[in-house]
């Protein structure tokens, strides 16, 4: 098998070098022809000169663009037809690179699925990982043991031709993860350890929690826009529940059956509109 190994790097100079080489060997001594890309996503450190030095080929953008944008930009240029990605930081074992790869001659993405105390974090974390599990779960039918591993290996071709939904930031390997399950892709999990990284981390918890949240949304409108407005019909219904109590307390029932009314015909319209907008998006 030939692969295109793509790493995305902002300010990791510290780091980037020994990952390639380590990359490198990796694949040398499993004897597959490969190529490494280190996508410098406009780092004001030595993280381009340290990529260089250690023999990958190196794509600069002017500007930070995000983590989604430089992979983006990796897939564009990559040579092969499989594509593997990694960080720059040492967090994941590259000689776990061979094991993934052997995969794929039965499957169209192999993620690193993370496992260990690196991996478990703060209880916050840990919490915030458990509730992005189960929001996939509800979107795509499927328990995904790791959403966002940055280890994994891919069809580069699936992966250009879903690149309109995959997202710019750290949600890449999110929504890369939605478009392969929700196309009906066939996926696998291989438990991988996870290291320490070197430096801080570039991830946001908070500022990427809100963003993951858009992301399901849209994911869910394109790809399975109908289980979102069954999720609204059903909140919609449950609204009733209180509703009637208080119209019992405030004014003893006497609007009971309006409300019944109101509540049951917004249901229905929330639900003839998300048949109506999945109908429209498989006429597409």
């Given at each position: 098998m030939k692969v295109?190994?793509?790493?995305p790097a902002f300010n990791e100079e510290h780091a980037v070098h020994d990952t390639v080489l380590r990359v490198r060997k990796a694949l040398t001594d499993a004897r597959l022809e490969h190529e490494i890309l280190v996508i410098d996503d406009g780092s004001t450190?030595?993280?381009?000169?340290?990529?260089e030095r250690s023999g990958a080929r190196v794509l600069q953008h002017p500007a930070?663009?995000?983590?989604g944008r430089a992979l983006k930009t990796g897939l564009r240029h990559a040579t092969f037809d499989l594509v593997a990605i990694t960080d720059a930081d040492g967090s994941y074992p590259p000689d776990e690179?061979?094991?993934l790869i052997a995969d794929m001659d039965r499957f169209d993405m192999v993620v690193g699925a993370r496992q260990g105390l690196h991996y478990r974090g703060s209880r916050a974390k840990w919490l915030g990982r458990r509730a992005l599990?189960?929001?996939?779960?509800?979107?795509?039918?499927?328990?995904?043991?790791d959403v966002n591993s940055g280890l994994r290996v891919f069809r580069r071709q699936i992966a250009l031709?879903?690149?309109?939904?995959?997202?710019?930031?750290?949600?890449?390997?999110?929504t890369l993860t939605l478009a392969m399950l929700l196309e009906g892709h066939f996926v696998r999990y291989?438990?991988?350890?996870?290291?320490?990284?070197?430096?801080?981390?570039?991830?946001?918890?908070?500022?990427?929690?809100?963003?993951?949240?858009?992301?399901?949304?849209?994911?869910?409108?394109?790809?399975?826009?109908?289980k979102l407005f069954l999720l609204l019909s059903y909140i919609t219904l449950l609204v009733l529940?209180?509703?009637?109590?208080?119209?019992?307390?405030?004014a003893g029932g006497a609007h009971a059956g309006l409300i019944v009314a109101v509540d049951l015909c917004a249901a229905l319209a929330l639900f003839g509109l998300g048949l109506t907008t999945d109908v429209l998006r498989r006429q597409l």
């Open positions: 295109s190994v793509l790493i450190d030595r993280t381009a000169a340290e990529a930070n663009g995000g983590y690179l061979p094991r599990q189960r929001m996939v779960l509800f979107v795509t039918g499927v328990l995904v043991p031709d879903n690149i309109r939904q995959i997202g710019n930031g750290f949600s890449f390997t999110t291989v438990p991988v350890p996870y290291n320490a990284r070197v430096g801080a981390s570039k991830v946001k918890f908070r500022r990427d929690v809100v963003r993951t949240m858009q992301i399901l949304v849209m994911a869910i409108l394109a790809y399975n826009p109908i529940i209180p509703s009637l109590a208080i119209d019992a307390i405030a």
